[in-house]
């Protein structure tokens, strides 16, 4: 567990004259679930991209998994697993059809990908909808198993941005078992939300306030520090804080 998967320092994104992030620093270890929280347009979404391999940084550094952000970008994406709620998976396609489209991009052996294919369908309990379109799926469904593409191929972090957006809270709680999962195989989760409720469910967080971290630490920790009751009253005192 001591093993950083994740290493970022002074991280920054200009866009223009606008600063997306600003010199964002923070690890990540191995099977660490750690959560990027804030409201929308706070800059979770370009810090996740650039750890990604999917824009090129202003300034600053980071690594992931070993690889540098600016030299290896394409190690990077074999690595990673990602998904997020814009995200979706191919409508015109069967369930089956995707898992194994994915799978395939992802580099796994024929072997391996029947195997998995096999047993990502058994573990969701989607035989009897195995050979149906993914438009024909609930959200939750198409969610969940989105979730269980991004991971298919074992990689050493999967990058959730928004996964759980728009779909109900029991669906949403059920998600996140699957994220537990992830972790306890060994895979760091990094991921993005603006339900504070879900902040309770990661092991630290990253409170993001107009691109910079306002704050950083367990749950249990921040609330603590900010004499509060709930991951909601942390950013409600940090977002007031902003205006004083």
Same mark, same amino acid.
């Given at each position: ?5 994740? +290493? ?7 866009? @223009?004259?606008? !600063?997306?992030?600003?010199? +964002? ?7 660490? /679930? ?8 706070? @800059? ?12 090129? $940084? ?21 690595? /990673? ?14 369930? #089956?059809?995707?898992? &194994? ?8 052996? !024929? *072997?391996?990908?029947?195997? =998995?294919?096999?047993?990502? +369908? ?19 469904? =198409? ?11 074992? $990689? #050493?972090?999967?990058?959730?941005? &928004? $996964? !759980?957006? @728009?779909?109900? $809270? ?10 537990? #999962? ?22 630290? /967080? ?5 691109? *910079? /971290? ?6 249990? &920790? ?21 205006? &004083?």
């Amino acid at each position: 567990m001591n093993e950083n998967i994740i +290493i970022t320092e002074d991280l920054t994104k200009k866009f @223009g004259s606008f !600063t997306a992030c600003d010199k +964002i620093s923070f690890s990540v270890k191995k099977g660490e /679930i750690f959560g990027f929280l804030g409201a929308n347009g706070a @800059g979770k979404t370009t810090a996740i991209r650039m750890l990604c391999g999917l824009l090129l $940084p202003t300034s600053g550094k980071a690594s992931i998994g070993g690889y540098d952000i600016y030299k290896d970008t394409e190690k990077i994406k074999l690595n /990673i697993g990602y998904m997020s709620q814009k995200f979706s998976l191919y409508e015109d396609l069967t369930v #089956k059809e995707n898992i &194994e489209f994915y799978a395939g991009i992802y580099r796994l052996s !024929t *072997k391996d990908i029947k195997e =998995r294919s096999k047993m990502l +369908i058994s573990e969701l309990g989607l035989e009897r909808s195995a050979d149906s379109l993914i438009r024909s799926l609930p959200l939750g469904w =198409r969610q969940k198993l989105a979730f269980s593409v991004a991971v298919i191929h074992n $990689p #050493k972090i999967v990058f959730l941005d &928004e $996964p !759980t957006g @728009g779909v109900d $809270p029991v669906t949403r709680r059920q998600f996140w078992d699957l994220i537990y #999962k992830a972790a306890d195989d060994g895979i760091s989760v990094l991921v993005t939300t603006h339900y504070m409720d879900e902040a309770e469910y990661c092991g630290r /967080i990253s409170m993001m306030v107009d691109g *910079k /971290i306002a704050a950083m630490g367990t749950p249990a &920790e921040l609330k603590s520090s900010y004499n509060v009751g709930s991951m909601y009253e942390v950013f409600l005192h940090l977002a007031r804080g902003k205006n &004083e």
